[in-house]
């Protein structure tokens, strides 16, 4: 990962990138933000479909995956390896964590959603850094079915047995 003083270094290139207008970034940044939506929305489909149990919401779902896929194929070629599924990634890991900053901000936790804002906006400048090419992701793998990580030297393909649990004790709509 990257450490402080290359992350600052990451950043000023972003920056003189924005100052060089080779892009139009404010309307990128806004698309960006789209895009971060729509795999919220998907995720929000996703689980009032399985905990409601009517199907339908999985068609709402892939009608918001398709628009999603279109929005961010502007931004992320899907030539390059990995980088489209990174990027997706960084974009819903980043708005998930504003998001968990926002309601701590908001329960008065200002310590612990900075930090979380921190973390939301390192992840946001690596999806730019990204977009920008200004990484080289060459040689980044898929990390084969069943692990968890590269060091994972038991790969568990069965189901977990917690989806009823999580679905009484998690409600992300809860605010």
């Not at 402080?4 to 990451?10: A, R």
């Not at 980088?83 to 968990?100: D, F, G, N, P, Q």
């Amino acid at each position: 990962m990257l450490n402080e003083d290359k992350f600052q270094k990451l950043i000023e290139k972003i920056q003189d990138e924005k100052k060089s207008n080779k892009l139009d970034l404010s309307t990128e940044e806004d698309l960006s933000i789209a895009i971060m939506n729509l795999v919220s929305l998907e995720e929000h489909f996703f689980f009032t479909a399985t905990k409601t149990e009517k199907p339908e919401y999985f068609d709402l779902m892939n009608e918001i995956r398709e628009m999603r896929k279109e929005l961010l194929g502007k931004m992320i070629e899907k030539t390059e390896g990995e980088t489209w599924c990174i990027s997706k990634h960084l974009l819903a890991a980043s708005m998930r964590l504003i998001e968990v900053g926002t309601k701590n901000f908001s329960d008065g936790k200002k310590d612990e959603a900075k930090d979380y804002f921190k973390k939301a906006n390192k992840l946001y400048s690596l999806f730019w850094a990204i977009r920008l090419k200004l990484i080289n992701l060459d040689g980044v793998k898929k990390i084969e079915d069943g692990k968890i990580n590269i060091h994972d030297d038991n790969p568990n393909d069965k189901a977990w047995e917690v989806e009823d649990i999580l679905k009484k004790l998690v409600n992300c709509c809860d605010e």
